[in-house]
């Protein structure tokens, strides 16, 4: 028996944390047995997954996908959750049965096994590490009604996924997610490797995509772009994310009516992870205090490394070393 899911983390994300809940009131694995939560989600290799968490029992079934983004294989996995970390809050789940089906490729002896960690924030987001293959799974609640959605609108996103050149933009979509106007932004270090720029890394013919299909399932559009089969859970709420063929990751979006402002970042507990650069990822367990206006301080606990202060400041303007995309207009 190959072990395919190794002792890893689960962790919850800064994102989420600022317009939801203090982190206490997040230790949960659910809201209790016949009350089931399932969350869908996006990988940073580019992986999908649904996650069914029910009392301290957890089910998943996790799709890895191809470079074009058809399903390789698929595995089956039944946990049960523990109690959470005092500092940072995951949860250590321990796996009773596993199982791999054939797709694109062939399962071989994979099968997994062994114990992960899991934090979700209920009927809201799930977050999950796996340390092995160093992937970041992030979820929202399914939306089974989602394919009904009207999706048109205009959408901020965060890419999640490691060595892509596009780390954030914003777009948007028709009703369908047919036609899709975008632009995306990176950050440029050949200059100054110490103060990188954000540069326009706008692709796709100035930032136009034509998306294939009309397919939708459980709330779940399957759309295909340049050959590439994508996968899409949105809500009614404007919230919702991407999932990318491996190694391209995916995306984790919402309406831009919905951003958060500076107010809503304050008073605030979080847990978090860091990717760092040497591929030492870190837990973190932070607050922020009041906000002035201008900024609010948070205080972190990092894994290892003792207390840091950082800062949310938010900027009105940024400097780029490329040409503005010839549309959108998101002024």
Known sequence: MKRFIRKSSIVYGLAAAAVLAPL????????????????????TK????TWTITGNNL???????????????????????GEPHAT?????????????????????????????????VPGVALFVHIEGDDQLH????????????NVSGNYTYIRAGAGNSDIFGMYHSDSSLNTVEHADFGF????????????????????????????CSNGVRTRTVNGDTLR???????????????GQGGIVSFKTSKAASLSDLANKEFGGITFNDDGTNKLIAASTGSSNGSRVVITAQVQDEGEQ???????????????APAFPDFT
């Open 24 to 43: 206490p009131a997040l230790f949960s694995c659910g809201t209790g047995v016949g009350s089931p939560i399932t969350y869908t989600s996006t990988s």
């Open 46 to 49: 580019g992986d999908f997954a």
């Open 59 to 81: 089910h998943a079934v996790w799709k890895v996908t191809t470079t074009d983004g058809a399903v390789a294989k698929t595995f089956t996995v039944d946990a049960t959750c």
């Open 88 to 120: 940072y809050g995951y949860k250590t789940c321990e796996i009773e049965e596993g199982s791999c089906s054939n797709g694109e490729e062939d399962c071989g002896d994979e099968t997994p096994d062994g114990e992960f960690h899991m934090m979700d």
């Open 138 to 149: 992030v979820g929202i609640v399914t939306d089974e009604d989602g394919c009904d959605a």
């Open 188 to 215: 440029n270090t050949a200059a100054a490797a110490t103060t990188p720029t954000v540069v326009a890394t706008t692709g796709g013919g100035n930032g136009h995509d034509e998306l294939v299909g009309s397919s």
């Open 232 to 246: 899409s859970m949105m809500t009614e709420s404007g919230l919702f994310i991407m999932d990318m063929p491996s």
């Open 309 to 323: 202060t950082l800062e949310f400041k938010p900027f009105s303007n940024t400097s780029s070393t490329a040409a």
